[in-house]
């Protein structure tokens, strides 16, 4: 009898993956704005699995319930339906504030909620933080940076942006939200970091997100042809998520405050970027050009030195080996999608 139970409990599928069990004193509970987003999802989940509470505030403009899916009903984890510009009230140890649209075709959709979320968003964030004595760690981006006119970008420039442009809403709402940052920290104490993520891919990505990877992935599995805007000189740096969510975690960690670069200073150029996917894939896709964008940075690379003195940080996962995973989950999300369309 024991061996059928046994044979029945292996058979039944596990409701939740493994936690680690801490004991109290390490235990925090933490809050994720933006948690059911790309980034977000894969910090829950390491934070999860370390055995934390993990609560994630998020409005779902371009997140998805799908992708915490996983930890619903965990007695760890809670998701609230939240839109980060009203005030939130609950008590947690830190918070990562990662709510905004991040993809230029989701961020232009609606440019004043994107300000309202970058700035009064934040401003609710930090008051959070100040009332509980929480830890609060900000989501800044390279797009602080502009088009830049130094190369590599060491977090001490101040960088290059049109104010009045169509990336403006964004580059401009993080800017202030790095300036609230420090206005509170300095004013009322607030523990801060600053997090400058440049380009990040892999799985859990929006399908429509309208961004480099996720547009060549599928034109490439789709065999349409694969849009480069411009000529494709200029370059970007692309980090695996993964990585991305050790150096947050780091960061977090760590004594430092002042912003840090996180990001992989392997850089390449959008053309070259096209090349290894389409051939990453197998397909027959042509790479064709089309019109520029406006005010698209021409070159993009992080310098690294901050992250590396400082939280002993570097990216690990090779390009490569990043993209197979990614182009796998697309793969079955198009499977997926054509397979619901025909039901
Ligand atoms: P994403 O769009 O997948 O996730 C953003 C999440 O925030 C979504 O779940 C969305 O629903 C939520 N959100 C948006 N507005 C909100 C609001 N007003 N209230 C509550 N929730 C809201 O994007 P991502 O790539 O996961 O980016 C996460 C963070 O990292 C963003 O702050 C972004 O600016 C920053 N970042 C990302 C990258 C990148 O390459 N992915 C680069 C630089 C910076
Ligand atoms: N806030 C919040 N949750 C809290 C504490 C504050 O959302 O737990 C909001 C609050 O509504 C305010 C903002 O954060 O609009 C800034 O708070 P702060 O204390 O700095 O400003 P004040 O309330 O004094 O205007
Ligand atoms: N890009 C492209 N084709 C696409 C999408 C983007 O050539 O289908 C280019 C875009 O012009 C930019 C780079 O790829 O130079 C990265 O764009 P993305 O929107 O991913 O992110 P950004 O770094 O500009 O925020």
Known sequence: LESKIKELERRIPKKHPDVRFLNYKNRKRIL???GA?????HLVDVLMMQGHEVVVADNFFTGRKRNVEHWLGHENFELIHHDIVNPLFIEV?????LASPASPPHYMYNRVKTIKTNTLGTINVLGLAKRVGAKVLIASTSEVYGDPTVHPQPETYWGHVNP???RACYDEGKRVSETLSYAYAMQENVNVRVARIFNTYGPRMHMNDGRVVSN?????LQNESITIYGNGKQTRSFQYVSDLIDGLISLMASNYTQPVNLGNPIERTIYEFAEIIRDLVGGKSKIIQT?????DPQKRKPDITRAKKYLNWEPRVPLKIGLEKTIEYFRKELARSNHSQRN
């Open 291 to 295: 019109p520029a964008v406006e005010d």
């Open 93 to 97: 140890d830190e918070i990562y504030h």
């Open 216 to 220: 060549f992935i599928l034109q490439a």
């Open 37 to 41: 987003g790309f980034v977000g999802s």
């Open 164 to 166: 009045i442009g169509p």
């Open 32 to 34: 994720i704005t933006g």
